[in-house]
């Protein structure tokens, strides 16, 4: 990961507006993760208050780890528990959620991973993992030089070939 100085000088950095306006208004993550640069958000939240991008291990990745894992298995009830855990101290006035469906609380908790771990180095290894395991392939779309770029990511489109030099 670069430093956010170099990402914001290049001005390569800018919050995809879709996820900026996932937040809901009283959602604490997007005033404390953006600042709005010439109309554009950019990331401006980190845990050490320096340039560095933090890329370790943090309690809200552990916690969404952890709810990801009991809602795929099954114990829905305490993977929103540790959901709730982690939103109780992002999102003001929060009423927990008590989400029994599976499908609506996987989609819950994916949805804070997004909202809560952005600019941590793990997005890719997110959309790979839900390539491979549930078949869930998201179209990326960026603008670039005017023109709509777009990326599914299907497995196969997310392998990095090993050439032939270093497998012999």
């Known amino acids: 990961m670069a430093s956010i100085s170099v990402v914001a000088a290049n001005n390569t950095a800018f919050i995809e ?7 809901e208004a009283a959602d604490l993550r997007r005033r404390l993760f953006f600042s709005n640069s010439a109309g554009f958000l950019s990331f401006k939240g980190n845990y050490t208050g320096r340039s560095e991008v933090f890329t370790g291990v943090a309690l809200d990745e552990v916690l ?3 709810a990801e894992a009991k809602v795929r298995t099954g114990s829905i009830s305490q993977g929103m528990g540790y959901l709730n855990q982690l939103l109780r101290n992002r999102i003001q006035n929060f009423k927990d959620l008590e989400l029994s469906d599976p499908t609506l609380a996987l989609a819950s908790v994916l949805d804070h991973r997004r909202k809560s771990l952005v600019f941590r180095g793990l997005r890719w290894m997110d959309l790979k993992r839900f390539a491979a395991n549930d078949s869930k392939v998201m179209v990326l ?3 670039s030089g005017g023109e709509k770029v777009t990326f599914e990511t299907r497995p196969e489109h997310m392998q990095v070939s090993i ?3 270093e497998i012999n």
């Open 64 to 66: 969404l780890n952890l």
């Open 163 to 165: 050439p032939s030099n």
């Open 141 to 143: 779309e960026r603008m």
């Open 17 to 23: 507006p879709k996820l900026a306006n996932s937040y």
